[in-house]
């Protein structure tokens, strides 16, 4: 079955600084879902890659997929508070098997 | 804007018992799926329904596990005697195309099995 890793596991920036998360996928990636999930919340869709080299911006985050590598990232530019949360990167495979499975998280924790 | 909404938000019940929580789903959407998420750990899937059937489900969702659309609204997840380690939070989504749209998801139902 396709297995995502995600790192790092947890992030503490200082706001106002950029980071970068990292989703890598075991299986080739069809469709590469980024959400964030506030805690105790429910999962927010922050944006959706099918193309490899495809890059997606939403406000000051930005994803990108490497086909190739099975790989995302996500960048998130001059920190806010507001970003804090944890990231979940999303993957349906190549089977189309109606269904998203996710990775383990990042929890982004800013500092003030 | 529309939502997907789940309730219980928060639900105790003993070891045995049968639990049922419930989802609106958005009213356009054909696609509809149950997530859990046991504490710390990673949101995995449990089953995905559409057109009136189950069209997957992981090995989770065992014989213990229903869901239901019992009318043009609801959308429910029954757990028929549940277990100690059943105690997580529950996620509803739902979804205009299923398997490559954008998943809604509720806030979610805590549940906790004493």
């Known amino acids: 079955s396709q297995e995502l890793e995600q790192s790092p596991q947890s992030l503490i920036v200082q706001e106002g600084k950029n980071l970068t998360i990292n989703c890598t996928s075991s299986k080739t990636l069809y469709g590469l879902y980024w959400y964030k999930q506030k805690y105790g919340e429910g999962l927010i869709f922050l944006m959706m890659?099918?193309?490899?080299?495809e890059e997606k911006s939403h406000e000051k985050i930005t994803a990108k997929l490497d086909e190739k590598k099975q790989q995302s990232s996500l960048h998130i530019t001059a920190s806010q508070p507001s970003h804090a949360g944890i990231y979940l990167c999303?993957?349906?495979?190549?089977?189309?098997?109606?269904?998203?499975?996710f990775g383990k998280g990042t929890r982004l924790h800013i500092l003030p | 804007e529309p939502e997907v909404t789940q309730t219980p938000s928060h639900q105790v019940t003993q070891m045995g018992q049968e639990v049922i929580l419930r989802c609106v789903p958005i009213?356009?959407?054909?696609?509809f799926y149950w997530y859990r998420q046991i504490l710390g750990q990673k949101v995995e899937f449990l089953v995905s329904f559409y057109n009136n059937e189950i069209s997957e489900k992981s090995e989770i969702f065992d014989d213990q596990f229903s869901v239901e659309r019992p009318d043009g609204s609801n959308f429910t997840l029954k757990i028929r005697s549940t277990k100690l380690e059943d105690s997580a939070m529950y996620f509803c989504?739902?979804?205009?195309?299923?398997?490559?749209?954008?998943?809604?998801f509720g806030e979610g139902s805590r549940l906790t099995v004493l």
């Open positions: 890659l099918q193309k490899g080299g």
């Open positions: 999303g993957a349906e495979s190549m089977n189309r098997d109606d269904k998203i499975i």
């Open positions: 989504a739902s979804s205009v195309a299923g398997g490559t749209g954008e998943l809604f």
């Open positions: 009213s356009n959407h054909l696609y």
